[in-house]
């Protein structure tokens, strides 16, 4: 079936530091993929997406690539903020425009 | 342009309760979903629309639980008699048809505390 692997959290970061937060995916064919993020109090929000293997998707300082190879699409930022503090998401599309999502990991940033 | 906008933000309610949640979606879009969020899992999809129509509710736990969108635009989702379980944030999200119909756009959703 389709689904998606998060590493744990809650990953705990100084302001500034490297973001890397895994994902893979297990799906039929080669379904587009998004991160979301879901800040404190907040509704998911589209971060970023990829629709085809290799595409690089990319927004407020964050990217992803969609590696085919590896089943992966990590999520990376070069300097962190403290309000980049939320909880992302990866997800799948499957047929019918259904959303199939990890179980999120917990970013938390110190100042 | 407004949001998803849902009601209530927060709900707390004893076991065998009954409770409703109502969502209004973006103006124009066709296709509605509600999603189930329990603590430390990722949103699990209840139930889509397209207009007033179901187009999926198989993971809907429909002994207890219950979805319309009459007119197609507003949608409420009701669960009755409601369990411990059910405790979780529950999320409406819309998006258009056609080429952009990947994106969702989600509401805060309401967070439900059964007892």
């Known amino acids: 079936g389709n689904s998606v692997t998060q590493m744990e959290g809650p990953v705990t970061l100084s302001e500034e530091a490297f973001l890397t937060i895994n994902c893979t995916y297990t799906?039929?064919?080669?379904?587009?993929l998004f991160w979301y993020v879901q800040y404190p109090g907040e509704g998911l929000q589209l971060l970023l997406k990829?629709?085809?293997?290799?595409d690089k998707g990319s927004n407020k300082g964050f990217e992803a690539t969609y590696r085919k190879e590896t089943t992966s699409f990590h999520l990376e930022k070069g300097s962190v903020q403290v309000s980049d503090s939320a909880v992302y998401f990866c997800a799948l599309i499957v047929p019918g425009n259904k959303l199939v999502f990890g179980a999120g990991t917990i970013l938390r940033v110190k100042s | 342009e407004a949001g998803v906008a849902q009601s209530p933000r927060y709900k707390i309610i004893e076991k065998r309760q009954s409770v409703a949640f109502w969502c209004n979606p973006i103006?124009?879009?066709?296709?509605l979903y509600w999603y189930q969020q329990i603590l430390g899992q990722g949103p699990k999809l209840l139930i889509q629309?397209?207009?007033?129509?179901?187009?999926?509710d198989s993971q809907l736990p429909k002994d207890r639980f219950s979805a319309e969108r009459l007119k197609g635009v507003d949608s409420t989702l009701k669960i009755q008699p409601a369990k411990l379980e059910d405790s979780a944030v529950y999320l409406c999200?819309?998006?258009?048809?056609?080429?952009?119909?990947?994106?969702?756009?989600f509401g805060p959703g309401t967070r439900l505390t059964v007892t």
């Open positions: 799906a039929t064919g080669y379904p587009s």
């Open positions: 990829a629709t085809k293997a290799d």
């Open positions: 999200a819309s998006s258009l048809l056609g080429s952009k119909s990947y994106e969702q756009y």
């Open positions: 629309f397209q207009n007033n129509g179901v187009v999926d």
């Open positions: 103006s124009g879009h066709a296709t």
